[in-house]
C-alpha cells in the first residue's frame, strides 16, 4: 500500500527560529493536504496542493508541492508558541477522486520554547 | 465556519462490550470517513464512507467494525466486542474538497 513518510517525528525551536518538516511518499499523488492537530485537539485543515512544483503561503507558513509529486514540504518561518502541535501531511493516492481514502504521515511534533 | 459533531465525547466500557460512536457530518458532504489516533501515535484510516456504502476500510477495520449512515444525518461506528487495544481517540470526518474533523471520541476500555 502506499507509504507516506515524514521527516522529523519531533522537533523543538526556540520561539522566533524557523521550521521545516518534510513529506514523502514512495508514489506519485494525485494531490496532498496538510493539517495541524493542536495538543488535545483533532485534526484542522490547513492547504491542499494539487499541481506539480506548487507553492502556496498562508502568512508564516509557506507550502510546497515537489516536481515529481512525490515530496512535500511545510516552512514556518519565525515560529511563535502558537505553531505548537503536529502537523500531518494526507496524500491521495495516485488516479484517485475526492472520496477515495486519504493517507496520513505519522506527523511532525513542534514545540516552540518562548 | 462548518462543523462535525461526535458524541459521546469520552466513553469508558469494559472489554467485550459493544459500543457505537456517533457523528454528525457536515450536511452537504458526500465522504464520511472514520480515523482512530492511539494516544501519542498517527491518525489511522480505518473506513471511508460513499452513497451509503463502505468505498474502503482498512486492516484495522476487521468484522468487529461496522458503519451505518441510519437516517441520512448520522452516521455511526460500531464496534461489536471491544478489546483493550480499541482504546484510542476515534475521529469522523465529513470531506468535500477538504476534510473536516470531528472534535473525537476517546475510547477508553477497561
Known amino acids: 500500500g502506499q507509504q507516506v513518510m515524514q521527516i522529523p517525528q519531533y522537533q523543538h525551536v526556540q520561539e522566533g527560529e524557523d521550521f521545516t518538516t518534510y513529506c514523502n511518499s514512495s508514489t506519485t499523488l494525485s494531490n496532498i493536504q496538510w493539517y495541524k492537530q493542536r495538543p488535545g485537539g483533532h485534526p484542522v485543515f490547513l492547504i491542499q496542493?494539487?499541481?506539480?512544483?506548487e507553492v502556496k503561503k498562508q502568512k508564516r507558513l509557506t507550502f510546497q508541492f515537489g516536481e515529481a509529486k512525490k515530496n512535500s514540504s511545510l516552512h514556518i518561518t519565525a515560529t511563535q508558541t502558537t505553531d505548537v502541535g503536529t502537523y500531518f501531511c494526507?496524500?491521495?493516492?495516485?488516479?484517485?477522486?475526492?472520496?477515495?481514502?486519504?493517507?496520513f504521515g505519522p506527523g511532525t511534533r513542534l514545540s516552540v520554547l518562548p | 465556519e462548518p462543523e462535525v459533531t461526535q458524541t459521546p465525547s469520552h466513553q469508558v466500557t469494559q472489554m467485550g462490550q459493544e459500543v457505537i460512536l456517533r457523528c454528525v457530518p457536515i450536511s452537504n458532504h458526500l465522504y464520511f470517513y472514520w480515523y482512530r489516533q492511539i494516544l501519542g501515535q498517527k491518525v489511522e484510516f480505518l473506513v471511508s464512507?460513499?452513497?451509503?456504502?463502505?468505498?474502503?476500510k482498512s486492516e484495522i477495520f476487521d468484522d468487529q467494525f461496522s458503519v451505518e449512515r441510519p437516517d441520512g444525518s448520522n452516521f455511526t461506528l460500531k464496534i461489536r466486542s471491544t478489546k483493550l487495544e480499541d482504546s484510542a481517540m476515534y475521529f469522523c470526518?465529513?470531506?468535500?474538497?477538504?476534510?473536516?474533523f470531528g472534535q473525537g471520541t476517546r475510547l477508553t476500555v477497561v
Open positions: 494526507a496524500a491521495h493516492p495516485p488516479f484517485s477522486g475526492y472520496g477515495q481514502n486519504f493517507v
Open positions: 464512507f460513499y452513497n451509503n456504502e463502505i468505498s474502503e
Open positions: 470526518a465529513s470531506k468535500g474538497s477538504e476534510a473536516f
Open positions: 496542493l494539487v499541481k506539480s512544483g
